[in-house]
C-alpha cells in the first residue's frame, strides 16, 4: 500500500530508529532506578536524549524537557499544569482537540474562560492574524495557544508575529504535533514558553514518544503522581524538574527512539524540508488540473495537502483510495473542528495526505490518476 497518512504517524522510521529500539527491547534497565551499571548506561541515554531535543529546538536546558506518551499528555500537564482559576485563554481555531478539550472541560469547571482566534481570508489563503489575536487579549489572559502547524492542511501561523503582540506576561503554549521536526523552531528566538512533540511523527521516533519542553517563566504542576527514583522517603512529589512531572517508569525504547530520530534530523533537515515542499508543490499542481477537487493547502514543509471532491464527501474518497487504489490518506474532521468551521468544510471534512522523506513521486502520480478516476465514478 502507498502510505499517505504521516500526519497520524510516520508510516516508515529510518534504520538507525529501528535498530537502536530493537537494541533497547532486547537490553534494557530501568532509567533512574539503580546503581548498576546497565541502569547507569540506559539513564545516561535518557539524559542524552534531553540534551538533545533541547539543542535541537533552542530549549532552556535538559531539565526543562520531559517526557510523554504523546503530544496529547505534553498538552495536558501545560495547561492543567498551569492555568488556575480565573485565568483567560487566547487559542487558534486551527487547534487540536488535545488543545480544545482540555479548555473546553476546564471552562465548563469554572476554571478559566477561553476565547478563539478566527481564521482570516478563504481556502488555502487562510491564516491566523497577529491583529485578531491581541484583540482578544484581557487583563487576565495568561496563555495564548497557537499551533506550529495546522494538522488539517499544513497552515503556518505566523508564530513570531503573533508572540510580538502578547504582553510580557502573557505565556506562549504551542503545539509541535505536526510542526516539530519539520519546521525550524526556535524556542528562545520566537519566545515559546512551552512547545510539545509528538515523537511519532516528523521527529521519526515511534509510537508512545513525545515531549513538553518548557522555559524558566513556567512552572508547571505535577498532573501524575507516583515513583520518580529520587527522594524515595517523601510521600510528595520531587520539587524539580523533570522528576516533579515524570512519574513512573520511563518508555525507554521510545526514548531511545526519538534520539536516533533527532540524530536522523541533524544530518538530513534540509534535505527533508525541501523533498515534503516539492511533494506537497507536485499534488498541488496537479490538482489544479482536476476541476472536480477544490484544494484547501499551499505547498509546505510538512508535506501536508487537503482537498475536497465538490460532491462526494472526504471518507468516501479517502475509502475508495484504500479499497480500490491500495493508497492511505485520511478523510474527516482530523480532530480539529474549529478549523473545518473556519475553513467551512465541517459537512463533509476534507481528504488530507500527508507526506514522508520515504515517500516517492511516483506515488503522487498515482494518487492523481486515482484522484480523476474517482471525479467521475459513482
Same mark, same amino acid.
Given at each position: 500500500?502507498?502510505?499517505?497518512?504521516?500526519?497520524?504517524?510516520?508510516?516508515?522510521?529510518?534504520?538507525?530508529?529501528?535498530?537502536?529500539?530493537?537494541?533497547?527491547?532486547?537490553?534494557?534497565?530501568?532509567?533512574?532506578?539503580?546503581?548498576?551499571?546497565?541502569?547507569?548506561?540506559?539513564?545516561?541515554? $535518557?539524559?542524552?536524549?534531553?540534551?538533545?531535543?533541547?539543542?535541537?529546538?533552542?530549549?532552556?536546558?535538559?531539565?526543562?524537557?520531559?517526557?510523554? &506518551?504523546?503530544?496529547?499528555?505534553?498538552?495536558?500537564?501545560?495547561?492543567?499544569?498551569?492555568?488556575?482559576?480565573?485565568?483567560?485563554?487566547?487559542?487558534?481555531?486551527?487547534?487540536?482537540?488535545?488543545?480544545?478539550?482540555?479548555?473546553?472541560?476546564?471552562?465548563?469547571?469554572?476554571?478559566?474562560?477561553?476565547?478563539?482566534?478566527?481564521?482570516?481570508?478563504?481556502?488555502?489563503?487562510?491564516?491566523?492574524?497577529?491583529?485578531? $489575536?491581541?484583540?482578544?487579549?484581557?487583563?487576565?489572559?495568561?496563555?495564548?495557544?497557537?499551533?506550529?502547524?495546522?494538522? $488539517?492542511?499544513?497552515?503556518?501561523?505566523?508564530?513570531?508575529?503573533? &508572540?510580538?503582540?502578547?504582553?510580557?506576561?502573557?505565556?506562549?503554549?504551542?503545539?509541535?504535533?505536526?510542526?516539530?521536526?519539520?519546521?525550524?523552531?526556535?524556542?528562545?528566538?520566537?519566545?515559546?514558553?512551552?512547545?510539545?512533540?509528538?515523537?511519532?511523527?516528523?521527529?521519526?521516533?515511534?509510537?508512545?514518544?513525545?515531549?513538553? #519542553?518548557?522555559?524558566?517563566?513556567?512552572?508547571?504542576?505535577?498532573?501524575?503522581?507516583?515513583?520518580?527514583?529520587?527522594?524515595?522517603?517523601?510521600?510528595?512529589?520531587?520539587?524539580?524538574?523533570?522528576?516533579?512531572?515524570?512519574?513512573?517508569?520511563?518508555?525507554?525504547?521510545?526514548?531511545?527512539?526519538?534520539?536516533?530520530?533527532?540524530?536522523? #534530523?541533524?544530518?538530513?533537515?534540509?534535505?527533508?524540508?525541501?523533498?515534503?515542499?516539492?511533494?506537497?508543490?507536485?499534488?498541488?499542481?496537479?490538482?489544479?488540473?482536476?476541476?472536480?477537487?477544490?484544494?484547501?493547502? &499551499?505547498?509546505?514543509?510538512?508535506?501536508?495537502?487537503?482537498?475536497?471532491?465538490?460532491?462526494?464527501?472526504?471518507?468516501?474518497?479517502?475509502?475508495? #483510495?484504500?479499497?480500490?487504489?491500495? /493508497?492511505?490518506?485520511?478523510?474527516?474532521?482530523?480532530?480539529?473542528?474549529?478549523?473545518?468551521?473556519?475553513?467551512?468544510?465541517?459537512?463533509?471534512?476534507?481528504?488530507? /495526505?500527508?507526506?514522508?522523506?520515504?515517500?516517492?513521486?511516483?506515488?503522487?502520480? &498515482?494518487?492523481?490518476?486515482?484522484?480523476?478516476? #474517482?471525479?467521475?465514478?459513482?
Amino acid at each position: 500500500m502507498i502510505y499517505f497518512d504521516n500526519a497520524a504517524t510516520g508510516g516508515r522510521k529510518p534504520d538507525a530508529v529501528l535498530s537502536a529500539v530493537q537494541s533497547a527491547i532486547k537490553v534494557c534497565a530501568n532509567p533512574g532506578r539503580g546503581g548498576h551499571k546497565l541502569a547507569l548506561a540506559c539513564a545516561k541515554t $535518557v539524559e542524552d536524549c534531553r540534551n538533545e531535543l533541547s539543542a535541537f529546538f533552542d530549549g532552556y536546558g535538559f531539565d526543562r524537557v520531559i517526557f510523554t &506518551k504523546n503530544c496529547t499528555e505534553g498538552l495536558n500537564i501545560a495547561l492543567f499544569g498551569v492555568l488556575q482559576r480565573g485565568d483567560h485563554v487566547v487559542v487558534g481555531c486551527s487547534e487540536h482537540n488535545s488543545v480544545l478539550r482540555p479548555l473546553e472541560y476546564l471552562k465548563k469547571t469554572g476554571v478559566i474562560t477561553y476565547d478563539v482566534c478566527p481564521l482570516h481570508g478563504e481556502g488555502a489563503n487562510a491564516n491566523i492574524r497577529p491583529e485578531d $489575536v491581541r484583540a482578544l487579549l484581557k487583563p487576565n489572559t495568561r496563555l495564548v495557544a497557537i499551533t506550529t502547524a495546522s494538522n $488539517v492542511n499544513g497552515m503556518l501561523p505566523p508564530l513570531s508575529r503573533i &508572540k510580538k503582540v502578547l504582553p510580557p506576561d502573557v505565556l506562549f503554549l504551542c503545539d509541535g504535533a505536526q510542526g516539530g521536526g519539520h519546521l525550524p523552531i526556535s524556542m528562545r528566538k520566537i519566545g515559546i514558553d512551552m512547545l510539545t512533540l509528538a515523537g511519532h511523527k516528523g521527529l521519526y521516533g515511534i509510537q508512545g514518544s513525545g515531549a513538553l #519542553l518548557f522555559s524558566e517563566r513556567v512552572q508547571p504542576r505535577p498532573i501524575l503522581y507516583g515513583g520518580t527514583g529520587s527522594m524515595s522517603i517523601s510521600l510528595d512529589m520531587p520539587d524539580f524538574y523533570p522528576d516533579a512531572l515524570e512519574a513512573g517508569t520511563a518508555a525507554f525504547p521510545s526514548i531511545v527512539s526519538l534520539l536516533e530520530g533527532v540524530r536522523f #534530523l541533524q544530518l538530513h533537515r534540509t534535505e527533508i524540508a525541501y523533498t515534503l515542499t516539492d511533494f506537497s508543490r507536485k499534488l498541488i499542481d496537479g490538482l489544479r488540473n482536476l476541476s472536480e477537487y477544490k484544494i484547501y493547502s &499551499k505547498p509546505n514543509p510538512c508535506g501536508i495537502v487537503a482537498f475536497a471532491h465538490k460532491r462526494k464527501q472526504s471518507e468516501y474518497i479517502a475509502e475508495r #483510495l484504500s479499497s480500490t487504489y491500495a /493508497v492511505a490518506v485520511r478523510g474527516g474532521l482530523h480532530c480539529a473542528p474549529l478549523m473545518h468551521e473556519g475553513l467551512q468544510t465541517l459537512d463533509d471534512g476534507l481528504v488530507r /495526505v500527508s507526506f514522508s522523506h520515504f515517500n516517492n513521486a511516483w506515488e503522487i502520480d &498515482k494518487l492523481l490518476l486515482a484522484l480523476n478516476e #474517482l471525479s467521475y465514478t459513482d
